[in-house]
Every structure is written in C-alpha cells, then in structure tokens.
C-alpha cells in the first residue's frame, strides 16, 4: 500500500475528480510495428557448379591419357629429329627426360584441375553459407535498431488508465474480494468520490475496518473526517435518535423481522400494533430505552424503570391493554423485548441536544462496525443502521455524495431494494458490497456496475459466472493435416570413342569420333493439405475458474443498461499511480498499427546508415568481415 514518506508525491493523484473503481491496464507495446524484412534464406548450390563437378569427374582420365600421348609424341619427335639432323649430336637420355616431365606434368595438372572442379560444390556451400551468416547478422542488427527506434516511439503512450464510473450508473455492487482488496478499492473510489462530490458517507459493516486507509489519506488531504464507532457511538447520530414515533415504529419491526417470509404477516402486524400503541402512550419523548421500559412493564419485569415515570408506569400497566390481549400477545411482547434489550444501553446516555454527528455532509463520514462477532444483536443493528439511511434519505435535507455500505451480506434483499430506490429518487450513488455472493446477496446483486473480485468458493464463481452471461462463439472442434512427398534423383554419363582409316597408303584418311553425354534429373515434389472445422459454443464470457483465481486487487467490472455487454478487467492497488504511464481519465482510444503501414526508419529497407548493402559479388565477404568479424571463423 502507499509509503507515508510517499504520501505527498502521490496524494494528488488519488484525490483527482471522476469517479473511478481503479484502473484499467493497455500494453503500449501492442502499438508498435514488426519489422517488415523477412528472414534472410540459405541459396542452393546452382546446378552449373554440379554440371562442372560431373564434366571434370568424367573427363579426368582421359585428359591424363591425351598428356602420356603428348608427352610420348614429344620423344618422338625430338628423336626424329635428331636422327634426321646428322649433324648434332643427339641426347637420348634428355629426350626422354623432357618426355617424361611433359607427361608427369600435364597428367598432375590435368589431376589437379579436375579435383578443384570435383570441389566446386563444397565450396560454393561453404561460400553461400558465409555468406547467409553474414546476411543472417546483418539483418538481425537492423531489425534490433528498427525495434529499439518502436520502442522510443511508443514509449509516450500511456499504460494505465482510469476505469471511470458512467455518469448513469445511480448503483455499483461489487461481489467477493479479501480484506486487503476491499481496503484499496474503498481508498481509491473513496479518494475519487470526496473529490469529485465532496462528501462520502461510508457504512463499514465488514468487520475488519477497510476503511482506515482512506480515513487516514482523506485527513492528510485535509478533508474534514468523522469517524463513528458501531454500536457504541450510534446514539450520537442522527441515525434513530431524532426519528419521531411512527418512523421509530416502522425501523423498529422492519429491523425485527427483516427478510420474514409472508406467512409471518400477522406477527409483524401485531408488533406494529404494540409498538404504535406503546409510543402513543408515551407522548412526544419516544426513544428506544423508553420504549424497551414500556415493554417490560407489559411483561410485569421486576425493576424500577426509571426511563418512565410513575404516572406512565401505571397508564401502561392498567390501561395501556386489556389483560386477554396481554395474555395472547405475550409472545410478541417477549420478541420485542428481547430485541430492544441490548439496544437500550445504547441509547441510555444520549440526550438528543448532544446529538452532533449527521450524515450526506460535506466530508468523509464513516460508520464503523468494529466487532468481529456474528450474532443475532448485531443483525439487528445493522438493520436498524439501514432503516436509519432510508429515513434520512426521505427526509428534506439534502444528502451530499455518494452512499457506500461494505459489508451487506447480513442485510435483508426487500430493505436493500427500498434503499436503492431512495437512492436513485434522489440521485443519491448507492455502493454495495458483499463478501459472498449467496442468500440475499444472490438476489440483491443486480447494479448498474457489478465488479465481481475474487470469488474462491465454486458455487459462488458460477452464480457469477452466470450473472455475466455467455455469448456465442465459433471454436475449433477439429484439425486435419495431411503431408506427403517424393524426391527422384538420377545421374548418367557415357563416353564414346571411335577411329576409322580408310584408302590406300597414298589416300589415307583418318576419321576420330568422340561421343560424350551427361544427364541429370532431380525430381522433388511436396503435397500438403491442411483443414480446420469450428463449431458454435454457447460458453461463458467469463469462466468460473478465472473468477475463483483473480489476484487481490483485480476485479472484473460489468456494466449494464447500455445496450451490449460491458466485461473490461480493473486493477484497483493504490501503488498504480507510482508507476509510469499512469494517467488519472480515461486511455485515450487509438487504433492499432495497420501491417501495411510501416514506418521508414534509415535502416529498415535502405541498410545501415553510411553502409552499403552486399552484392552478389566477392565484395559482400569483405564487406561482412569488415561489419561482422564476430561471425567469422
């Protein structure tokens, strides 16, 4: 949560107008565009290179033979040379000598070539293949300067933006969550409501006060606070104590009887009976200790009930009601005392000049219900607090800001119904929230905003679920991949040689034929088919399971009565604002980058800057090594 020494950086940003839940997160990075460049792809040997390899192999041996031929030719010659030439003196050794150097020679040279040929290919891969690593650095350098350019283009835009209540919403429920996620949602819409409104009246039924963030954040701000501690505190408010008979009457056996089914009518009849019969007797000073002593008179209870006097006691005992009506209503007389017993004491020591405290006034007004316990006492105060609100909404006094009840689990669905209406009559924002979403909570829940935090019991994820709705979708159901292929490689050569002499020794002539043939086929064909079927599904907009997991302080918000479903997730941690890109309105919209619109960067299509692009020349090697000797062995 938010540091005190922190606590002036960040104040301002809580407390800005607009009523929000929290936050709504937007990954600026989806703005930023790929780079366009593919990846570059490793070149074939050309066929040529293996043409050469194929001729050389082939034609190897007979340029050896035509060497030993020349070489022999050249003996020949010089010897008959000689032996024409009477008068020099003829080297027979050296003859042979140099013969035999011209047939080594031309036969190694002849070898040598042909193995340089026969090596072709594997040095034109080993050359394509400095050549793509070459490419292969060169483009991952430029596209690493094309993303960081993107991300210093995108690194303005804003992440976090405000989750904004609709100005219509007259009704926000919010359903699950842990303690701390219920302290940071209350400190955030909080902050943002005092701001906005300038009043918020907060009933804290939750147990575990959530609310001591925003009280010590709205007191730092400067805002005026009062705090008022439930159930002893509650006769210094104008709650019930200013409430005259009739509406006293009223809170009184709506509070006892809360969500009683039909058939217990009578009994609520009756009890209003008593009750409006008691306060008439006790004239204009009606308060709840006065008409707890005014019971137990009834009941013939041992005391002296100074609360009453004398006068009162006897007009109560003897002619308040006949003795048969006493005798049948006994029951309903004990129901009412035994729940106006422990509220007496509350009430005992408050004079209503001391009443100071009245709520939906300027500032930050909290009732808090500090006992952990949960017993039938408090049920009963928590629905006399409700009775209380909805009085005080029908009275003619203004009521300022925004009502916020945490902890509404206890209260009965017809009085939150009732509330609400109040409410929305006079424009009065009602905030409820519940712990769980079951008994009245199940049909109480149904705002304008419904935010649903963590729900972990899985009964209560799929109500939720189910309130969200489901929507249709079309799924993949069925995928079909069918790959085949041949590949057909075939090599032949054939050498042919042929001499024909004919004539006579005078005409004779000499014919040499010479037949070479080399063939090569590759044949490589691939088929693939690929086939995709989807389905229609009824499903879940929202899956249980996603409910049952959400952090602490996320929550999925769920607008109604705009026309279309609203499903957006919230985050609501107060520590947002310490984070960059953090603006307190709403994100403004902006649409995704279109692929076909790419921005030109100086090295996204025309190379690096002050760099020339490599050719299909032996230069592109220099031009790698010089750029890239990392990637030279």
């Known amino acids: ?21 929290g936050w709504i997160f937007r990954d600026r990075h989806l703005y930023r565009h790929q780079f366009p460049e593919s990846y570059p792809t490793l070149e074939p040997v050309p066929d040529g290179v293996f043409f050469d390899a194929a001729t050389a192999s082939v034609d190897k041996w007979h340029r050896m033979r035509r060497w030993v031929g020349i070489g022999f030719g050249v003996m020949v010659v010089l010897l008959c040379f000689g032996i024409l030439s009477r008068g020099l003196t003829v080297n027979v050794g050296a003859i042979i000598v140099l013969g035999l150097a011209v047939m080594v020679g031309g036969a190694l040279l002849s070898w040598f070539n042909s193995r340089s040929a026969e090596d072709g290919p594997t040095r034109e891969r080993e050359r394509q293949l400095r050549r793509y690593e070459a490419e292969c650095a060169w483009w991952e350098q430029r596209r690493d300067q094309f993303d960081a350019a993107e991300r210093e283009r995108v690194s303005g835009y804003l992440e976090w933006g405000a989750a904004l209540l609709p100005a219509t919403a007259r009704r926000v429920d919010i359903v699950g969550g842990s303690a701390w996620g219920w302290e940071a949602l209350l400190t955030v819409m909080g902050a943002s409501m005092l701001r906005t409104s300038g009043a918020v009246t907060l009933v804290d039924f939750s147990g575990e006060p959530a609310c001591h963030e925003l009280v010590w954040l709205a007191r730092a701000a400067s805002i005026d606070v009062t705090a008022i501690r ?7 408010t104008t709650l019930l104590s200013t409430i005259e008979g009739r509406g006293l009457v009223d809170s009184l056996v709506e509070a006892m009887h809360g969500d009683a089914p039909a058939g217990r009518r009578a009994d609520r009849a009756q009890d209003d009976r008593i009750l409006s019969t008691v306060c008439r007797a006790l004239g ?35 002619s308040l009601f006949a003795d048969e009506f006493r005798r049948q209503t006994h029951p309903n007389l004990r129901r009412i005392e035994s729940h106006l017993y422990p509220l007496r004491d509350l009430f005992a020591a408050t004079d209503r000049r001391q009443v100071q405290h009245d709520l939906g006034k300027p500032g930050l007004t909290c009732l808090v219900h500090e006992t952990a316990t949960h017993n039938v006492r408090d049920e009963v105060l928590k629905e006399l607090v409700l009775q209380g609100l909805a009085l005080r909404l029908t009275s003619p006094e203004p009521f300022i800001g925004p009502l916020v009840i945490a902890g509404a689990d206890d ?15 006079r424009g009065v924002r009602l905030v409820l929230m519940f712990r769980h979403l079951r008994d009245s909570a199940v049909r109480a829940v149904g705002g304008d905003v419904v935010a649903f935090m963590r729900l972990s019991n899985h009964e209560e994820a799929g109500r939720a679920a189910d309130f969200i709705g489901r929507q249709h979708t079309f799924l993949l159901s069925q995928l079909t991949r069918t790959l085949g292929g041949s590949e057909t490689h075939s090599q032949g050569n054939s050498v042919g040689f042929s001499d024909q002499t004919s004539g006579a ?8 034929g010479r037949n070479w ?7 490589d064909s691939v088929n693939w088919n690929e086939s995709a079927s989807e389905q229609r599904a009824y499903e879940y907009v929202v899956e249980p399971r996603t409910l049952q997991d959400l952090p602490d302080y996320a929550l ?13 997730s919230v985050e609501c941690n107060p ?12 994100l403004p919209d902006l649409p995704l980058p279109d692929p076909a619109q790419v921005p030109v960067h100086p090295f996204s299509a025309q190379g690096l800057p002050g760099q020339a692009l490599p050719g299909d020349d032996d230069d592109e090697f220099e031009w790698a090594e010089e750029n890239h000797p990392e990637d030279w062995r």
Request: one cysteine or more; aromatic letters at 4%; charged letters at 30%.
């Open 284 to 318: 204009e000073d009606v308060t709840i200790p006065r008409i707890a002593a005014a019971v137990g008179v009834l009941l013939d209870e041992p005391g002296d009930f100074p609360q009453l006097s004398e006068a009162e006691r006897d007009h109560i005992s003897d």
């Open 411 to 425: 209260l009965s669905h017809r009085h939150i119904e009732r509330l609400s209406d109040l409410c929305v009559r």
């Open 517 to 523: 043939t080399h063939t090569r086929t590759v044949a």
């Open 1 to 21: 949560m938010i540091n005190s020494r922190d606590e002036s950086k960040y104040l301002d940003f809580l407390f800005v107008e607009g009523e929000r839940l």
């Open 230 to 236: 439930l159930p002893e505190q509650l006769g210094e």
């Open 556 to 568: 999925i918000e769920v607008t109604q009565g705009t026309g279309r479903l609203s499903v957006r």
């Open 505 to 512: 020794l005078w005409q004779r002539r000499v014919s040499v």
């Open 575 to 586: 520590d947002i604002i310490s984070l960059p890109g953090v603006t307190t309105g709403a």
